[in-house]
């Protein structure tokens, strides 16, 4: 941690600290573990210059302002320390933290999960829905507002594909962007039109979501909310937690819809639909060249998660009959 990070804690916000141990996880960003003198655990959080601008920053400020009302509406998130009203710190134009509770926990994934946590995870994640149902829409009302979700994009992102990439595609790729091509042809222009909008975490996968024996203990990073379908945090959370192999763990699925139920109304025909949502938002991250060779665990898994989408499109509906 730099030094004048050091110095502005305990200049800003009054936190002085013996220790620090650096966190891992979180592209490019820094993070730190702080033991501070009061005896409370601290994270801070510096924000990579190479990898957002200052707009970019400025608008993960107002997700963390909706994270701070969130968490007074019961959510399991961190609490965020704020400098008057503001959460980001600016020190200079390349130098951006901030500074939040560490929350105790750890990630779990398909193997490790358990069906108690799943059905603490569907009521965590309902919680949030309905706590995000408190904001008002944006004025600009795109899916979501930081990019736009049509069936148009997709066709512009396969046709591109399609001549970038095809030419030289591996096998292992040349089927996967083959597979893309009939669920495309059968997508109406009306597809997202019966998917309930709103704000969403955006980024609700296994890395991101913090478990006690009991249950779920935090939600964290907070950084990509927006407004969005909040269908695609249920498909992202079954993907992540309920896809073991190539099976979808239908006891796991079920166990997040029994939570989740106990606030808001979801169906079996709803989970399968978030499923279809996420294929369409997701696709075009994951279902690409660089994916196909050696890459890290985690983007594999994403495209891994993409493909058993395609094979399984058009038997979603049964697969989820229990």
């Not at 009054?14 to 655990?41: A, M, Q």
């Not at 795109?142 to 736009?148: A, E, I, T, Y």
């Not at 955006?202 to 939600?219: R, T």
Request: negative net charge; proline residues 4%.
């Amino acid at each position: 941690m730099e030094d004048r990070i050091i110095a502005d804690l305990k200049e800003s916000y009054g936190i002085t600290f013996s220790h620090s141990t650096p966190v891992t996880g979180g592209l490019l960003n820094l993070k730190w573990r702080i033991s501070t003198d009061s005896g409370r655990d601290l994270l801070v959080k510096q924000y990579s210059a190479k990898r957002f601008n200052r707009e970019r920053i400025e608008s993960i400020e107002s997700a963390l302002q909706r994270q701070i009302i969130l968490e007074e509406c019961g959510v399991a998130c961190p609490v965020l320390r704020q400098c008057g009203d503001r959460v980001i710190r600016w020190l200079d134009d390349q130098t951006a933290y901030m500074v939040m509770e560490f929350c105790p926990g750890r990630t779990e994934t398909s193997d490790t999960v358990t069906i108690a946590q799943m059905r603490s995870l569907g009521s965590a994640c309902a919680v949030m829905h309905r706590a995000f149902s408190r904001f008002p829409a944006p004025p600009v009302k795109s899916m979501p507002v930081s990019g736009g979700y049509t069936v148009d994009s997709l066709w512009e992102n396969f046709n591109f594909r399609m001549t970038k990439d095809l030419p030289d595609a591996d096998a292992a790729y040349r089927t996967a962007l083959l597979a893309l091509e009939p669920i495309l042809r059968q997508l109406g222009d009306g597809f997202y039109d019966k998917f309930p909008t709103g704000f969403a975490h955006e980024d609700f996968h296994s890395g991101n979501i913090l478990f006690d024996a009991g249950g779920v203990s935090a939600i964290v990073d907070f950084d990509r909310n927006c407004y969005s379908y909040m269908g695609h945090d249920i498909g992202r959370t079954v993907l992540s937690f309920a896809l073991e192999e190539h099976t979808l763990n239908i006891n796991k699925a079920g166990a997040f819809l029994e939570g989740y139920s106990r606030h808001l109304p979801l169906t079996k025909s709803d989970i399968a639909d978030a499923l279809r949502l996420t294929w369409c938002i997701e696709t075009p991250w994951w279902i690409r060249p660089e994916f196909f060779g050696t890459c890290d665990e985690i983007p594999k898994r994403f495209k891994d998660e993409m493909l058993w989408l395609s094979e399984h499109w058009f038997e979603l509906d049964a697969l989820l009959r229990w």
